[in-house]
């Protein structure tokens, strides 16, 4: 069963930087593409970026593109979001999620993946 643990979470200042990580247990992470996704409170899960298994290319959301960046590490078979010039608006629980068979078109949509973690919560204070 793949089971996935995040970690990295907490309160940083507008600004500051902080590195998630998602460790994947009972399965490849280099076989599973991997998204990141988030969500404020009182607002639907929103996409934040993925990487595609087979090809390891990267996507991200329009919003953070040139701050944040996924990677993924095949020997500790986890993936990391190092989230940089962070805003109050980045606030919000992040997800990690998995699935063997999310074609690239559908990367963005959380309905496509089978596997979930716990959250780890993320605040930027202004």
């Known amino acids: 069963q793949v089971q996935l643990v995040e970690s990295g979470g907490g309160l940083v200042p507008a600004g500051g930087s902080l590195r998630l990580s998602c460790k994947l247990s009972?399965?490849?992470?280099?076989?599973?593409?991997m998204g990141w996704f988030r969500q404020a409170p009182g607002r639907e899960r929103e996409f934040v970026a993925a990487?595609?298994?087979?090809?390891?290319?990267?996507y991200y959301t329009d919003s953070v593109k040139g701050r944040f960046a996924m990677s993924r590490d095949n020997a500790e078979n986890s993936v990391f979001l190092q989230m940089n010039s962070l805003k109050p608006g980045d606030t919000a629980v992040y997800y990690c999620a998995a699935d063997r068979h999310v074609i690239t078109s559908s990367l963005q949509l959380p309905s496509q993946y089978a596997y979930w973690g716990q959250g780890t919560s993320v605040s930027v204070s202004s």
């Open positions: 009972g399965g490849a992470v280099r076989t599973y593409s």
């Open positions: 990487i595609k298994g087979s090809s390891s290319s990267t």
